[in-house]
């Protein structure tokens, strides 16, 4: 089955300073990457993702590149602002008829004021 | 985007007793579901998936029989911890597979289980 892996799990960043999480998967058949953000006690939310015949997506701050051949995908966030201090999960998806997610181990991101 | 609502929010329960967790997909039809349990400062890990109209499909070394799963709609699948212990105690999150021409992934709010 798939397995996925995350990098860093915990990062620190002065405001306003980029944020690079990096992740790889293990399947080459997975297709779909999207990026979750987690508050404490909430429930995942989107922020961005990416499909395999993509290179790199951008929205606003927030971007997304996958390199195919290494199975590497990595999110940026630019001009981070305290609230984007979260948990943040990679998550891969194969193609098969079940469509499930394997999540990375998580990033806990912590903006300095 | 779609709704996927999740009741209750929190639970807790004495050591023995069973719970059970609903997950609704509010506006649309979801044939597949997935049940997922994170504990505190880890992953989500998939439990089991969801099938309308037939058994779920568990992850390895998740126990059928504990974890009980039942779609009798496109739009409720629910979760039943049986015999609740202090180690289930943990955040349930439920998700829908997103429909036709979509990619999007929408989860629940989550069941956060206490077994006293």
């Known amino acids: 089955g798939e397995n996925v892996e995350q990098h860093p799990s915990t990062l620190s960043v002065q405001e306003g300073d980029s944020a690079v999480i990096k992740c790889t998967y293990s399947?080459?058949?997975?297709?779909?990457f999207p990026w979750y953000k987690q508050e404490l006690g909430k429930r995942p939310q989107l922020i961005i993702d990416?499909?395999?015949?993509?290179g790199e997506k951008k929205d606003q701050r927030i971007a997304v590149t996958l390199n195919k051949t290494a199975k590497h995908f990595s999110l940026h966030i630019t001009e981070t602002q305290p609230e984007d201090s979260a948990v943040y999960f990679c998550?891969?998806?194969?193609?098969?008829?079940?469509?499930?997610?394997?999540f990375g181990s998580g990033t806990q991101l912590t903006v300095l004021p | 985007g779609a709704v996927v609502s999740q009741h209750p929010s929190w639970v807790i329960c004495k050591s023995g007793t069973s719970v059970k967790i609903e997950c609704r997909s509010l506006?649309?039809?979801?044939?597949?579901m997935f049940w997922y349990r994170q504990f505190p400062k880890q992953s989500l890990m998939l439990m089991a998936t969801?099938?309308?109209?037939?058994?779920?499909?568990?992850e390895q070394g998740v126990e059928k029989d504990k974890f009980l799963i039942n779609h009798a709609s496109l739009t409720l699948s629910t979760l039943t911890v049986t015999s609740a212990h202090p180690e289930d105690s943990s955040f349930y999150i439920c998700s829908a597979r997103p429909p036709p021409g979509e990619e999007t992934q929408y989860f629940g709010p989550g069941t956060r289980l206490l077994v006293l």
């Open positions: 399947d080459s058949a997975s297709n779909y």
């Open positions: 506006d649309f039809q979801a044939t597949t």
């Open positions: 990416i499909r395999s015949n993509v």
């Open positions: 969801s099938n309308e109209g037939s058994k779920a499909t568990y």
């Open positions: 998550a891969a998806r194969t193609s098969g008829s079940a469509r499930q997610l394997t």
